[in-house]
């Protein structure tokens, strides 16, 4: 799951300014007051994870969920486990 995130965080630094950029390391704040991301980067990256999470594992992840699941969604790290599980829980 950490390549997609990766991925996904890459893809949203392009289009950020350089003072936004995100680093790539587990407490990284992506939610919340201590996230430097605006809520349209967080849509942006979002849409990023949907689409490659679709292309390298045929893994849905809806906008619905992300909004039902935000408090899981604070950091990459959780982020991470978040999507490990999902996707653990969808392939029994």
């Known amino acids: 799951m950490r390549d997609i995130i990766t ?3 890459k893809e949203l630094n392009n289009l950020l300014p350089k003072n936004k950029k995100i680093f790539i390391k587990d407490s990284t704040p992506l939610i ?10 967080i849509v942006n990256l979002f849409v990023n994870l949907e689409k490659n999470l679709k292309n390298k594992y045929n893994f849905n992840l809806t906008f ?6 935000s408090d899981k969604l604070k950091t990459i790290k959780s982020l991470e486990n978040f ?5 653990k829980n969808e392939k029994k």
């Open 7 to 9: 991925k996904s965080i």
């Open 64 to 69: 619905d969920e992300i909004i039902q699941n």
């Open 32 to 41: 919340g007051s201590n996230s430097k991301l605006e809520s349209i980067d």
């Open 83 to 87: 999507l490990t599980n999902k996707h």
